[in-house]
């Protein structure tokens, strides 16, 4: 009903950036619009926290930890959304998971990625 692709994750050395792409697609969207799309982590140990989130109109919301670092996007045509993360430090390593908003007459649904795994190390 609702496919949500990951890519971008990886290694990457202290202070290096990666973009994640999160593409999603489904028969769903011709009944229900995208209410918000972002991105959420969840580190071993520790529960999934919100990185960020941006609206259908544009309204961005960020974690106070990612804040200067990073910067969410969306592409409206490809229902995709992207997060840029600069200035990386340990602590962002952690398994990233897309999500997707959808809804329709005052009912909302959330989709979730498979996620992708970020791990910054020198």
């Known amino acids: 009903q609702v496919q949500l692709v990951e890519s971008g994750g990886g290694l990457v050395q202290p202070g290096g950036s990666l973009r994640l792409s999160c593409a999603a697609s489904g028969s769903i969207f011709s009944i229900f619009s995208i209410a918000s799309m972002g991105w959420y982590r969840q580190a071993p140990g520790k529960q999934r926290e919100l990185v960020a989130t941006i609206s259908s109109i544009g309204g961005t919301n960020y974690a106070d930890s990612v804040k200067g670092r990073f910067t969410i996007s969306r592409d409206d045509a490809k229902n995709t959304v992207y997060l840029q993360m600069n200035s990386l430090k340990p602590d962002d390593t952690a398994v990233y998971y897309c999500?997707?908003?959808?809804?329709?007459?005052?009912?909302?649904?959330?989709?979730w990625g498979q996620g992708t795994q970020v791990t910054v190390s020198s």
């Open positions: 999500n997707v908003r959808v809804e329709r007459a005052g009912n909302s649904r959330d989709y």
